[in-house]
Nanobody
Framework: VQLQASGGGLVQPGGSLRLSCAASGIALSDYAVSWFRQAPWKERELVASIRWTRMTTVYADSVKGRFTISRDSAKDTVYLQMNGLRPEDTAVYYC?????????WGQGTEVTVSS
């Protein structure tokens, strides 16, 4: 089983990125999926989660109103649309499933917000 996170990069403050999470060996559609991030010298932080049931979403306070988690059932992919990026959003972003124990993790994709 592998989760594959992609879409990171370097962006200026105020810019946008869309991260993608795909899986091999499992169907993401069977699980709730979350995005985490970890910045240097900081603890890992839960950024957003999405469940199949009613497409319920949860966000960290630090990203509410700027980030949107969604899923495409046809592509079996989960996305994290990040708008209004700030330097403090700089981190390695990971997708993981399923809560609460997160047995499966992606390798991470690096997001750098800098002018």
């Amino acid at each position: 089983v592998q989760l594959q996170a992609s879409g990171g990069g370097l962006v200026q403050p105020g810019g946008s990125l869309r991260l993608s999470c795909a899986a091999s060996g499992i169907a993401l559609s069977d699980y709730a999926v979350s995005w985490f991030r970890q910045a240097p010298w900081k603890e890992r932080e839960l950024v957003a989660s999405i469940r199949w049931t009613r497409m319920t979403t949860v966000y960290a306070d630090s990203v509410k109103g700027r980030f949107t988690i969604s899923r495409d059932s046809a592509k079996d992919t989960v996305y994290l649309q990040m708008n209004g990026l700030r330097p403090e959003d700089t981190a390695v972003y990971y997708c993981a499933a399923p809560p609460p124990n997160y047995q499966y993790w992606g390798q991470g994709t690096e997001v750098t917000v800098s002018s």
